[in-house]
């Protein structure tokens, strides 16, 4: 029996803590401080009006797309104009302009990169002569924002 008692003793006192922090849970809210005016205001002054932010492009990155395929502009891609960016590739492989690829035209780029890999000239690959044939992705550059100024203390005896 007095392990009943004090089990229900406990579950009790469990119930009021979770009640207490339940109840807490809903001051967190009042502890975030609201932004400082001078931040809202963008540093430059209480008088000055809040911009308004910049307008995105109603252009979707499907609709840029198509209007770059569709040269003409009359609202389709025919097949010339989706074959014109292949055409352009295949001309610049085609160093003979004979019409047709040869292996060492199309691999152009992988044998001049080969061959300024190979330092010594032997015709293999060292393992540091082959890590300069990574592929260098650039990164996305930031956005550059306009430098905060610091806020002005103002002694409160003036």
Do not use: H
């Amino acid at each position: 029996m007095g392990r009943f008692l004090m089990g229900a003793a406990a579950a009790m006192l469990l119930m009021t803590g979770v009640l207490f922090w339940w109840k807490g849970a809903g001051r967190a809210a009042d502890l975030v401080p609201p932004a400082p005016v001078a931040m809202a205001r963008g540093m430059a002054g209480e008088d000055a009006p809040i911009g308004e932010p910049p307008a995105a492009s109603a252009k979707t990155r499907e609709e840029k797309r198509f209007g770059r395929y569709d040269k003409d502009k009359d609202g389709g891609i025919a097949r010339a104009e989706y074959l014109v960016s292949r055409q352009k590739a295949f001309a610049k492989l085609d160093a003979n302009k004979d019409g047709r690829l040869s292996f060492e035209e199309y691999s152009v780029k992988a044998l001049a990169k080969f061959a300024g890999a190979d330092a010594d000239r032997t015709g293999v690959l060292t393992p540091v002569e082959f890590a300069t044939t990574r592929v260098v992705r650039k990164t996305a550059t930031r956005a550059k924002c306009p430098p905060v100024a610091a806020p002005v203390e103002r002694d409160e005896e003036s």
